[in-house]
């Protein structure tokens, strides 16, 4: 298997870490690939030319990084990442939401602060910042229930939380609440995270 990844990118990090969590490293070949300015490399796989794209052995294709987490998940069924059923299932679901969505303004503001400065729209920052700070807030509690086994959701969670400090560290988004503080420590010294920190390039 082939993974189209862009080192900044949280949702190809995202990948990254449940494929080492599986002990899927060996099999999965990291291609660095780049959706900016343009995604040449990617859209011969990814017609939305995004990373992460996961290319299959018989040439196949999935994308986005929930489609391709749920895949790597079901290659192994020991100790699975995503329950398959009940309320586990929609608590680890939930939460990877959340965090998606997190990252999901937090790209989005980044983008618009690189705009030239005639053109950024403060009315759209504000909407970006604002769904991050109340994110943040309602994340103390997702992760109060979560189970001890680090699972798909206090992934995303991590991945968003080193997003955030990664390309956003002047901003309060609410990282430094205590719950989430205590957590982001014990949790950034795994493995597979330190393996997949984010690098500028």
């Known amino acids: 298997m082939k993974l189209l990844s862009s080192p900044p990118s949280p949702f190809a990090r995202k990948v990254r870490v449940l494929a080492l969590e599986k002990g899927l490293g060996e099999r999965l070949e990291v291609i660095e690939a780049h959706p ?64 998606d969505g997190i990252l999901d303004a937090a790209v989005n503001l980044v983008l618009e602060q690189r705009r030239p400065e005639a053109h950024r729209s403060s009315a759209m920052q504000k909407r970006f910042t604002l769904a991050i700070q109340r994110s943040f807030e309602r994340l103390p509690g997702e992760l109060a229930v979560a189970d001890d086994r680090f699972d798909l959701g206090q992934i995303a969670a991590a991945c968003a939380v080193g997003y955030v400090e990664f390309r956003l560290p002047d901003c309060n988004f609410g990282t430094d609440e205590p719950r989430i503080r205590g957590w982001w420590t014990r949790i950034q010294r795994r493995p597979s995270l330190l393996a997949t920190r984010p690098v500028l390039v």
């Open 36 to 99: 900016w300015p343009e995604p040449t490399a990617i859209i011969e796989f990814n017609p939305l030319g995004k990373v992460p794209t996961l290319i299959l052995d018989d040439g196949s294709c999935l994308y986005d990084s929930p489609v391709i987490c749920e895949y790597l998940d079901s290659l192994d069924p020991r100790s699975p990442l995503i329950p398959d059923r009940g309320a586990a299932r929609w608590r680890v679901l939930r939460l990877q939401a959340l965090a």
